[in-house]
């Protein structure tokens, strides 16, 4: 839209992988990346934003009603670097900002549906900012109203019940996932056409990817975790005989130090797969 010049930065909150994404793209691009990150995030994307040469900010872990919270926190980042930067500053919004959801839509969702030949039934994933779940269900619903869109929610967030009932109330629980399980409702959020949630637990998420490392040489992230558990969930919801996708979204390599940890993962009481005993 012409709003960042060339030479200019962009400013974003993040979990970890936008932040990584767009700063490989500042790179790329000659702009200059600012990324804001709760500091509970794992310590290899920490490395890996401070390796690419990203302006990094690491905040406290707080709620988004806080002042302080990561995303407030790139706003007023941004606005004083427009003020200050000859090439201006923009704010990337990845939460509010509807080209999340619109690129998604475009090209996903579209490529979802031609790749299944239009026999998709049913689509689910978890939720970051929501742009992919909006984005994915528009595509597919525009095509075929009848396909089921859900949500997989990681304890210790909201949308499973905002889906359920229309309240955002939190689940009881907590999760060690990553980057999904939100308490407000973004912009993109409210435009995903959902039809069922599913609350899942790390117990039930995390051995199917230890099980896709293992035995498929794919080593994921624990989102793809959520992603499958739903996944599985949404079949035995529709039945035998049906089309499920999802998305495998994130790499298990940016969280080694904790999914793959036995001992971080045994004092949280969480399966510990046996060829990572010690």
């Not at 979990?15 to 990346?33: D, E, V």
């Not at 872990?61 to 806080?66: E, I, V």
């Not at 529709?238 to 993962?265: A, E, M, W």
Request: charged content about 20%; aromatic content about 6%; hydrophobic content about 35%.
């Amino acid at each position: 839209q012409g709003e960042l010049r060339p030479g200019g930065r962009i400013v974003e909150g993040t979990a970890g992988n936008t932040g990584i994404g767009l700063t490989l793209l500042a790179n790329a691009m000659g702009y200059k990346s600012t990324v804001v990150m709760p500091i509970t995030q794992s310590k290899e994307k920490i490395d890996t934003l401070e390796l690419l040469g990203a302006d990094l900010h690491l905040v406290g872990a707080t709620s988004y009603s806080d002042p302080n919270h990561y995303i407030h926190t790139a706003e007023k980042l941004a606005q004083k670097f427009a003020k200050r930067e000859e090439n201006g500053a923009i704010w990337a919004r990845q939460f509010d900002n509807l080209a999340n959801m619109e690129m998604h839509c475009r090209t996903t969702g579209a490529e979802i549906w031609e790749q299944t030949d239009g026999k998709v039934d049913g689509f689910i994933c978890s939720v970051g900012t929501g742009g992919t779940l909006a984005g994915v269900s528009t595509a597919l619903k525009q095509r075929n109203p009848n396909v089921a869109i859900g949500i997989a929610d990681p304890l210790g967030a909201s949308l499973y019940e905002y889906f359920n009932s229309g309240e955002l109330r939190v689940s009881e629980g907590n999760s060690i996932i990553e980057g999904v399980g939100i308490n407000h409702v973004t912009e993109n959020v409210a435009r995903a056409r959902v039809d069922v949630s599913f609350c899942i637990s790390d117990e039930e998420a995390l051995p199917y990817i230890f099980d896709l490392l293992q035995h498929e040489g794919l080593c994921l992230g624990g989102s793809s975790g959520i992603n499958i558990a739903g996944a599985v969930r949404l079949a035995e919801h529709l039945g035998p005989g049906h089309t499920i996708v999802t998305i495998l979204c994130d790499y298990g390599n940016r969280y080694q130090s904790k999914l793959f940890n036995p001992v971080f993962l045994e004092n949280k009481g969480l399966p510990v797969p046996d060829w990572l005993k010690i």
